[in-house]
């Protein structure tokens, strides 16, 4: 298995997942991260998978090339006289096949490649933060794993179920709107998808261990994502486990008893984010 950290991150970079306490449990049970393909998150943002506009044009216009290539050649037999036999040829149907179809098959491709991209999405920050407490809590049951950019890395490492390089990186958020976008403005060290997400989603601050999934050109148009759950070492990952400051008794027990269960070493600590308010009058002596 082989892992790159890019540019935009430092190992040593924070990273938190917060959850609901039945995802928790899959990972410490399984010993597993599961990763989505794009295409899971269309419901919450459509434009998931998708680079903005100059991007895609500049794609597209790339694409083109290839076509011009298959057009050169049918425009030589016809002006040669193409015969019937010839023109009857399957070779030739799926020509023209091809250019008829490029608009659509450009969007197939797009669609399969992007939207199947597999991601295990983390939140990056030094600090809590209490929307995403709010956000990704099941009931205000939630819980958080602490880890960094390179204890992901290491736990990665230990996985042997899949044969592509994992990247990590953080997400650049842009403005799909600005006219002002170029190509370049779309490229994170070296990759366009996932790494782009449009600018209303800045507060997820979020990092990405990716890999690209198995659709290609011979197989796009019947293409369907699917997840993968990959195996990892846990004890690598997790190097704290935090709380919801919104959670009543018994659930702080009953997260401190899963760890215990599964044998886990790191702290596990109530979240403090509602406390200490007090301590701001500790000046008056």
Known sequence: MEVEILKSLNREDVLWR????????????????????LSYYADTDPFEGYPPLVALRAMYDISGKAYEGTRAM???????????????NDGVKKMRLSIDNRDSNFKKLI??????????????????????????????KGVAIKTTVGDLESALLSCAQVDKKIFIGAVKYLDYDDENLSPLDCNVDGHIVPMLKRISFAHENEVRAFFVGEASHSNFENFVPSHRTLSIDVSSLIKAVYIS????????????????????????????????????FNFKG
């Open 18 to 37: 917060y959850m609901s306490l039945d995802k928790f449990v899959n990972i410490v049970s399984d010993e597993s991260l599961f990763f989505s393909p």
């Open 111 to 140: 669609d399969a490649v992007f939207k199947g991209t597999l991601v295990s999405c983390w939140y990056r920050s030094d600090h809590q933060s209490e929307a995403m407490w709010k956000l990704y809590s099941d009931q205000n």
């Open 74 to 88: 049918l425009a030589l037999l016809e002006a040669n006289g193409m015969p019937p036999h010839v023109s009857q």
């Open 245 to 280: 400051p919104y959670a009543k008794a018994p659930f702080p027990q009953s997260v401190r008893a899963i760890c215990n269960a599964f044998n886990l070493t790191c702290p596990v600590e109530e979240s403090d984010l509602l406390s200490g308010a007090e301590k701001l």
